[in-house]
């Protein structure tokens, strides 16, 4: 099995409406793909991990990177993994709030995060705070 955690530009027109759809086009073919994973989104940009079988991780990652949604799409970790963080989920979304613990308490509730993704995460949520 295959992770890949990433971070990425969200299009500065992107509406959530826009962000509802990619949620549950995500949802939708992740399910059938066997993909799980967690995407948040700060109004600015996406941190998203993806975990499943290499090839099929491998194939979304490409359709991930040439998606017009976003850009400058840097990869923060991609990794062989024993067992998945977010094996119940789909794609579990999550908007950031602050305080920082909500969002994190919401990752935390998706799944078994690693230490690794937490730190990873509580980044993220700071990009978010420092933006403002």
């Known amino acids: 099995m295959k992770s890949v955690l990433y971070v990425s530009v969200a299009d500065p027109a992107l509406e959530s409406d826009d962000v509802g759809d990619i949620v549950f086009h995500s ?12 995407m948040l989104y700060n109004g600015m940009n996406f941190l998203q991990l993806i975990e499943g079988e290499a090839p099929v991780i491998d194939a979304c990652y490409e359709r991930i990177k040439v998606d017009p949604r976003h850009s400058g799409v840097v990869t923060l970790r991609e990794s062989n993994i024993p067992v998945r963080e977010f094996p119940e989920w789909a794609m579990r979304y999550s908007l950031v709030e602050q305080p920082a613990e909500i969002t994190l308490a919401k990752v935390r509730s998706a799944g078994a995060p690693s230490k690794d993704t937490l730190t990873r995460i509580a980044a993220f949520i700071g990009l978010n705070r420092r933006g403002r």
């Open 27 to 38: 949802q939708t073919r992740n399910l059938t793909d066997g993909i799980t994973g967690i």
